[in-house]
């Protein structure tokens, strides 16, 4: 590289912000999963698959896009209208810009209400920021009762490569018997594997979406609350997918493909999963060392 001396100071600065773009835009340019869920599976409409479950005052449907808000009087939420025990569950969805810390924006799935105080959940969540501050979606999975009174998450915290306040992007879960897959824009970000039947949801479970207050943990662990100041804080759902067994289907009903090749991922697959994973996770419980992993078993088995 010695021949770098005998260039002009001008060039090496073209050179280097070159090189800094390049180096960029690579980690911003999403890979190709080469298999496509979102634009395989036909959207249905809302009143189709899903009713309100609280707030109703703070919901309002039009052309297909759900709008749900959160103000000092309350928040919104809605439910499918059957639970499944397997399947692909996706939404499109847009956050609000500004201030929105303390707000949390979930799509995910649950059986709380089948089984109070003992439930299964499988969460995407943003955590709402602070002006010029990224939105954090965290991912979390809880077994029998391990949301409830014995708090035992299995977060994975991601930044994203785009920004989710200016446009639609499509969030989906793909959960079958062995595995459980997060995608963003159809690009794995993480796959929960079933190691065991004590650390893997197994009971049906329903597809919900909700905006809610959390001021006492989703942003910095509670050091910024919600600010009604900026209400109402909406989130926006369209292009809404479930494809699955539901919990009355046959026995007969096969899972959805996790990929080309059936379950696991594949290898264009892996790779967007390594990239995404390399790049934007923040945060992985089971690189935790503060957390007792006895209680997740899974973090030590390969």
């Known amino acids: 590289m010695a021949f770098l001396h005998t260039l002009p100071s001008t060039?090496?600065?073209f050179f280097f912000f070159f090189f800094i773009f390049i180096s960029f835009s690579t980690i911003n340019a999403q890979p190709s999963p080469s298999y496509y869920p979102s634009k395989i599976f036909k959207p249905l409409a809302f009143h189709y698959g899903f009713q309100n479950l609280w707030g109703a005052q703070h919901q309002h449907v039009h052309h297909g896009q759900v709008s749900i808000w959160l103000d000092r009087n309350s928040g919104s939420g809605f439910k499918s209208t059957r639970p499944f025990r397997n399947g692909y569950f996706g939404a499109s969805i847009k956050l609000q810009p500004g201030y929105t810390a303390g707000v949390i924006t979930a799509f995910y799935l649950s059986n709380n209400q089948a089984h109070p105080g003992f439930h299964d959940e499988v969460d995407i969540e943003?955590?709402?920021?602070t002006p010029g501050n990224p939105y954090t979606l965290q991912t979390n999975v809880y077994v029998r009762?391990?949301?409830?009174?014995?708090?035992?998450?299995?977060?994975?915290?991601?930044?994203?490569?785009?920004?989710?306040t200016s446009a639609f992007h499509h969030y989906a879960i793909?959960?079958?018997p062995d595995e459980i897959i997060f995608l963003v824009d159809d690009v794995p970000i993480r796959r929960y594997q079933k190691k065991s039947a004590a650390t893997f949801p197994i009971r049906p479970m329903w597809?919900?979406?909700s905006i809610w207050d959390a001021s006492s943990w989703a942003t910095d662990d509670g050091r910024y609350p919600a600010d009604y100041r900026y209400e109402p804080f909406i989130a926006r759902y369209t292009n809404f997918i479930i494809v699955g067994c539901?919990?009355?289907?046959?026995?007969?009903?096969?899972?959805?493909?996790?990929?080309?090749?059936?379950?696991?991922l594949g290898p264009s697959q892996s790779i967007a999963m390594r990239w995404a994973q390399r790049n934007f996770l923040v945060y992985d419980y089971c690189k935790d060392f503060k957390r007792d992993h006895s209680l997740t078993p899974e973090c030590n088995w390969p």
């Not at 943003?126 to 920021?129: D, E, I, K, S, Y």
């Not at 949301?147 to 930044?159: A, L, Q, S, Y």
């Open 11 to 13: 060039l090496l600065l």
């Open 126 to 129: 943003f955590l709402g920021t």
């Open 145 to 164: 009762g391990s949301g409830d009174g014995r708090v035992i998450g299995r977060e994975m915290k991601f930044h994203l490569w785009f920004d989710p």
């Open 174 to 176: 793909i959960w079958n």
């Open 207 to 209: 597809v919900y979406g």
């Open 246 to 264: 539901s919990a009355y289907a046959s026995l007969r009903c096969r899972p959805v493909r996790s990929s080309v090749y059936g379950r696991g």
